[in-house]
């Protein structure tokens, strides 16, 4: 097939085979039978600027003709002369289905044993199903519609499916499926070839937070923390100071405050350590103290934080948020969030922390993990 890359010719291949059989090979094909598919080909194009369903019915019909052919020998030979009447004589056309009127198409045979019925409704299903596995969403999905026009295509369509043998019937649904292949236009990818990297969650999870050298302890987790606020509440004007400032000597409470206009709503402070129910109110005490005296929502950020942690200052009106808690969080958010907490964080160790090491050594990291980052323009 001049029009199909490997994956979808497998996909063809394995289509025909279910009506052809497991590696089947063509004979060789008359002139005459050449003849006639080249009018089936030029009658399918000519109605194809207007009407595509004619397409899958001309490969229904060649296969209709197919599986009839499994229980009548004669219609695996070339039957030049053969006429419409004579197709309706031998292949008893279905006209109703108890009270109801067919109208789609439906043949039975009877080879003197037993009756076989064979429609084309199941076969236009398959159809619409190949034209999906080959990515053309342009063939129309309207099965029972298309089923339904096949009187109108008895001369031109169904009689040269039933004169045609196996092999003309093979070489026809090859050339039928290769126009569509052509044709239709195949749907490209809507996501990305290879998915952008989620950094910030990759940042929380594996980027180095010990002290270093240049770089005060905690700094990290604080632009994590201011990161993490700037993307998950773009709402809240964030005050934040350099780490290891005082916030009461900013008039703060916390690390990190997030106000609309005049009103504080969250308030966060930061610890880069293991809460636990014998240190929790020693390192963040007075915080929790504060948020109860203005009355405002409270969060601790810490490193982690046990159970007894976690009830004390849930005891005190406020909320825990780990690491743990964070990766969990980002792991449900989009790509652009993600980079708005990177962003955030960047902008954090570049113009609050004001050190250009703690950028270098994040950015070093970013380089390792996603080379296409746009923070990476800073180094050239």
């Not at 390192?283 to 009355?295: D, Q, S």
Request: proline share 3%.
């Amino acid at each position: 097939m001049d029009h199909a890359s490997e994956a979808e010719q497998a996909t063809v291949d394995a289509f025909l085979e279910q009506h052809f059989g497991i590696g089947y090979s063509p004979n060789h094909v008359t002139p005459d039978e050449g003849k006639l598919i080249e009018g089936v080909m030029e009658f399918v194009a000519g109605k194809f600027v207007r009407s595509r369903y004619p397409l899958g019915l001309a490969i229904d019909m060649a296969l209709l003709a197919q599986q009839l052919s499994l229980h009548d020998p004669a219609a695996k030979l070339f039957r030049k002369q053969l006429t419409k009447n004579q197709v309706f004589e031998r292949y008893t056309l279905v006209t109703s289905r108890g009270d109801t009127d067919a109208n789609t198409l439906t043949l039975t045979f009877n080879d003197g044993v037993s009756e076989h019925a064979v429609g084309i409704r199941k076969l236009e299903e398959s159809v619409v199903d190949l034209f999906v596995a080959l990515k053309r969403p342009g063939y129309p999905s309207a099965y029972v519609y298309n089923t339904g026009q096949w009187q109108k295509y008895q001369d031109s369509l169904l009689l040269p499916a039933f004169k045609l043998s196996d092999a003309g019937r093979f070489r026809l649904c090859q050339k039928l499926i290769d126009f569509g292949l052509y044709y239709l236009t195949k749907s490209r990818p809507i996501g990305r070839e290879k998915a952008r990297v989620r950094l910030f969650e990759e940042i929380v999870r594996d980027y180095p937070r010990s002290r270093q050298k240049g770089e005060r302890a905690g700094c990290v987790l604080q632009g994590i923390a201011a990161g993490y606020m700037k993307a998950d509440r773009p709402h809240l004007y964030l005050i934040v100071d350099k780490t290891r400032t005082g916030s009461a000597k900013q008039a703060r409470i916390g690390d990190i405050d997030g106000y609309v206009g005049l009103d504080l709503e969250v308030t966060v402070e930061v610890k880069d350590t293991a809460l636990t129910g014998a240190n929790t109110l020693g390192e963040v005490g007075e915080f929790l103290l504060k948020v109860a005296e203005n009355r405002v929502m409270g969060v601790v950020l810490a490193s982690s934080a046990d159970d007894d942690a976690i009830d004390i200052i849930r005891s005190h009106n406020a909320v825990t948020l780990t690491l743990g808690d964070i990766t969990d969080a980002v792991g449900r958010w989009d790509w652009r969030k993600q980079d708005a907490a990177v962003q955030g964080l960047i902008h954090f160790l570049a113009h609050v922390e004001q050190n250009p090491d703690a950028v270098g050594r994040l950015l070093a990291f970013v380089r390792e993990r996603d080379p296409l980052h746009e923070s990476l323009l800073h180094l050239q």
